[in-house]
């Protein structure tokens, strides 16, 4: 694969950047037919192994229709995290309280975070792999010293 490909669907843009984002900003509303576009992407960019997704929601709505379609059709087994760039006050309580329907409902537990820009969001993303790294490397010398 190459390192970036881009979709635009509407008004918004979708972008995978290797070797795991997939960077989408959103202008204007966004309605149920994009949100069927974003997940179709999510899930052939997952087929191989989870992603982070960043949505820059700055100068976009999203349609009840659309949070519901979303809440339905995210799946966990693809992400590794979700960042969302300029959430005011009401877009996070909305994604918060899709989110935590979602835990308890036992259908997507993924961590989500805010971000104010695209360097905040890249700087999440950034520590959010170096903790996986370590994480992994963690395990393989637990896994290595019950060998010995």
């Not at 960077?23 to 191989?48: H, L, Q």
């Not at 519901?68 to 995290?81: A, F, K, M």
């Not at 308890?104 to 805010?114: H, L, N, P, Q, Y």
């Amino acid at each position: 694969m190459n390192g970036m490909k881009e979709w635009t669907v509407g008004s918004h843009v979708f972008r995978r950047e290797e070797p795991d984002l997939l960077w989408c900003t959103y202008k204007g509303p966004t309605r149920a037919s994009d949100i069927e576009r974003f997940v179709s992407i999510a899930r052939d960019m997952a087929a191989n192994d989870r992603v982070f997704v960043v949505s820059d929601i700055r100068l976009s709505t999203i349609e009840k229709d659309a949070r519901e379609l979303l809440s339905q059709s995210l799946r966990p087994e693809w992400l590794q995290g979700l960042v969302y760039v300029g959430a005011d006050a009401l877009q996070k309580a909305i994604v918060k309280a899709m989110m935590i329907a979602l835990y308890f409902t036992g259908k997507c537990k993924v961590d989500i975070e805010f971000a104010q820009s695209e360097q905040e969001a890249r700087d999440i993303i950034l520590r959010r792999r170096q903790a996986q790294q370590g994480a992994l490397d963690s395990a393989a010398s637990a896994a290595a010293a019950k060998r010995m």
